[in-house]
C-alpha cells in the first residue's frame, strides 16, 4: 500500500480564494483525521470522520473550513474563503483495526 | 476529557548523550500510549507504543514504558545520535471512548556532532 496520500504538497494562494487538500487514505482504515500544525499552536485535530461519517469536528475554526468523506477512498477539507491566518501545514491521517495512525506526507498551505 | 502534557522544547544534547522526554498523561478509560517522530518536511510516523500498564514500547533504541501509577510514558535513549535530530509527539488513544488520537505539542530534539 503507498500510504495515506494527500494533494497537493503545497499550494500558494491569494487571500480569499477557495483551496481545496485531498486525502486518499489507507485501503480498510475506517478512520480518517485532518491536523493543521503551526509553530504557534503545535498539531490542531480539525475533524475526525469513521466509515466515512463526520463523528468530531468541534476543532474546525470556523465556518470557513469543511470537511467531507463521499466515500472510503478520498476525504477533502475546504477553507473558502481563505485567510493568512489560514498558513500551516495540513495533515491528513488514518486508522485501522490498530489503534496505530499513519499520517500523509502533508499539505503546506500558504495564503498571501 | 482526556489530554497529553509533554516536556517543552527545544532540547539539545551532544552525540551519545543520555536522552529523556517527558510525557504525562490524563484519561478517564485504558488508553493506548504512543510516541510519533516527525522528521524535517515529513509527516509524523510511530516510533513505538505501549497498549497497557506496564507494557513497554521500544524501537530504534528508544524506549518509554506505561506507567499508569505515575500516569506517565517518557521517552528514553541511552546515547543519542545525530540522525535523532526531530520533533518529538506524545500521543494517547482510548479506544473505549472513541477514535481520537489526543497529541502533545511535540518537543524538538537537536542533537549536536
Known amino acids: 500500500d503507498a500510504g495515506v496520500i494527500q494533494s497537493p504538497r503545497h499550494e500558494v494562494t491569494e487571500m480569499g480564494q477557495e483551496v481545496t487538500l485531498r486525502c486518499k487514505p489507507i485501503?480498510?482504515?475506517?478512520?480518517l483525521f485532518w491536523y493543521r500544525q503551526t509553530m504557534m499552536r503545535g498539531l490542531e485535530l480539525l475533524i475526525y470522520?469513521?466509515?466515512?461519517?463526520?463523528?468530531?469536528d468541534s476543532g474546525m475554526p470556523e465556518d470557513r473550513f469543511s470537511a467531507k468523506m463521499p466515500n472510503a477512498s478520498f476525504s477533502t477539507l475546504k477553507i473558502q474563503p481563505s485567510e493568512p491566518r489560514d498558513s500551516a501545514v495540513y495533515f491528513c491521517?488514518?486508522?485501522?483495526?490498530?489503534?496505530?495512525?499513519?499520517f500523509g506526507q502533508g499539505t503546506r498551505l500558504t495564503v498571501v | 476529557g482526556n489530554s497529553v502534557t509533554q516536556m517543552e522544547g527545544p532540547v539539545t544534547l551532544s552525540e551519545e548523550a543520555f536522552l529523556t522526554i517527558n510525557c504525562t498523561y490524563t484519561?478517564?478509560?485504558?488508553?493506548?500510549l504512543f510516541w510519533y517522530v516527525q522528521y524535517p518536511g515529513e509527516g509524523l510516523q510511530l516510533l513505538l507504543k505501549a497498549t497497557k500498564a506496564d507494557d513497554k514500547g521500544s524501537n530504534k533504541g528508544f524506549e518509554a514504558t506505561y506507567r499508569k501509577e505515575t500516569t506517565s510514558f517518557h521517552l528514553e535513549k541511552g546515547s543519542v545520535q545525530v540522525s535523532d535530530s526531530a520533533v518529538y509527539f506524545c500521543?494517547?488513544?482510548?479506544?473505549?471512548?472513541?477514535?481520537?488520537?489526543?497529541f502533545g505539542k511535540g518537543t524538538r530534539l537537536h542533537i549536536l556532532p
Open positions: 485501503s480498510g482504515h475506517n478512520s
Open positions: 470522520f469513521n466509515n466515512n461519517v463526520p463523528i468530531d
Open positions: 500521543a494517547l488513544s482510548d479506544r473505549g471512548r472513541d477514535d481520537k488520537i489526543i
Open positions: 484519561a478517564t478509560g485504558y488508553p493506548s
Open positions: 491521517a488514518t486508522t485501522g483495526e490498530s489503534t496505530e495512525a499513519f
